[in-house]
Nanobody, 115 residues
């Protein structure tokens, strides 16, 4: 079992920045994928950034160049640095881990970008 807890969401103006954190606990070994997804009201959950294995990083076209995924292995924490935020980035953001052929999700953290 893997437990994921997101934090760092909030409300910012366009052009602002936020850093989301995802703290992992439990059986966090044999992880073969991890990343961030988001879901806006009335829309399906979509990929934001995904780490495949340990070295391949994929970003959605809409966030590439603005968002950066990273992790601190010592703290078992994954981050999403979000810069130059746009109103269309408004959504609930979920951290994601795939371990031992199972998918794990955090509870979500709200990000709101508005003037």
């Amino acid at each position: 079992q893997v437990n994921l807890v997101e934090s760092g969401g909030g409300s910012v103006q366009p052009g602002g920045s936020l850093r989301l954190s995802c703290a992992a606990s439990g059986s966090i070994f044999s992880i073969n994928g991890m990343g961030w997804y988001r879901q806006a009201p009335g829309k399906e959950r979509e990929l934001v950034a995904l780490v495949i294995g340990t070295d391949t990083i994929n970003y959605a076209d809409s966030v590439r160049g603005r968002f950066t995924i990273s992790r601190d292995n010592a703290k078992n924490t994954m981050y999403l640095q979000m810069n130059s935020l746009k109103p269309e980035d408004t959504a609930v953001y979920y951290c994601y881990v795939r371990a031992k052929l199972r998918n794990y999700w955090g509870q979500g953290t709200q990000v709101t970008v508005s003037s």
